[in-house]
């Protein structure tokens, strides 16, 4: 019974690129210097979005997007959560009012749990309210006609909005303007990312909302993990610029290894 065609150069390529992925973890974990993830200006400015709500007195609203844990885009809604860690404990530090809004009822436990448990770990259980992680509805326009209403009700100052987004992306990103709130962007969805960067004072493309979780937080074992996902790339470009050369040149050495 032989392999099919091109499944060993795919095995070599997996074990390959898990390697380098373990091993830059490693060296992080050991204390060694790897490569560091360069200044993210949107993740640095959330702390100033939520020091200005504090000198307002004014609520500082956060959504981790519209898409479910289970969907295909549920890797920006994980994202999102990390930077609801982070966003949570910095209100909590400020004693700055936190008001989260959920759409996916899949979403609405794990954001909860997540801001009960970092005004517990900054010693400000009190803080936690019923009403601090909102379900609003599971239809996305009733949701973004509540997140809307939060906004000129209880006129947040800082609008930090993290995760996947469809046509409501440029709703929210006016209603936050109109009221003259700070605003934080961060999605992967291609085609919201120009309405974001076009009303948003801050965002952040693509992967940089991925890289968010380690940039924040500092852990040794993602920011490893991001430096060795960069370095597997890295490789993966040099074999497709060696790959282009060498047929230009006449040889299909490369094409006939990877076909094996």
């Not at 702390?47 to 981790?64: C, K, L």
């Not at 497709?240 to 040149?249: D, F, K, N, R």
């Amino acid at each position: 019974m032989t392999a099919i065609a091109g499944t060993k150069f795919l095995l070599w390529t997996i074990i390959v690129c898990g390697a380098i992925i373990v091993g830059v973890v490693q060296l992080s974990k050991s204390g060694k210097r790897i490569p560091k993830i360069r200044r993210i200006a949107g993740l640095d400015s959330i702390e100033e979005a939520i020091g200005r709500a504090t000198e307002m007195g004014r609520p500082v609203h956060f959504t981790p997007g519209l898409s479910d844990v289970t969907a295909e885009t549920a890797p920006q809604t994980f994202a999102a959560l990390e930077i609801l860690s982070y966003v949570t404990g910095l209100t909590a530090k400020y004693n700055t009012e936190l008001i989260v809004t959920i759409r996916i009822p899949n979403v609405f436990p794990l954001a909860q749990e997540i801001v009960r448990q970092g005004y517990l770990a900054a010693g400000k259980a009190d803080m936690f309210k019923e009403d601090t992680v909102r379900f609003l509805s599971s239809e996305q326009f009733a949701y973004a006609a509540g997140v809307m209403g939060i906004f000129h009700r209880e006129k947040v100052a800082s609008n930090i909005m993290m995760g996947a987004f469809w046509a409501e992306s440029l709703l929210f990103a006016e209603a936050g303007a109109q009221i003259g709130a700070i605003q934080v962007a961060g999605t992967a969805a291609m085609a919201q990312i120009p309405f974001f960067v076009a009303a948003c004072d801050y965002t952040l493309i693509g992967e940089e909302l991925f890289a968010g979780g380690a940039y924040l937080s500092q852990d040794k074992v993602k920011l490893g993990s991001i430096a060795g996902q960069d370095l597997v790339k890295f490789t993966v470009m040099s074999f497709i610029v060696i790959g282009t050369l060498m047929s230009t040149w006449g040889n299909s050495a490369l094409i006939e290894f990877m076909k094996k």
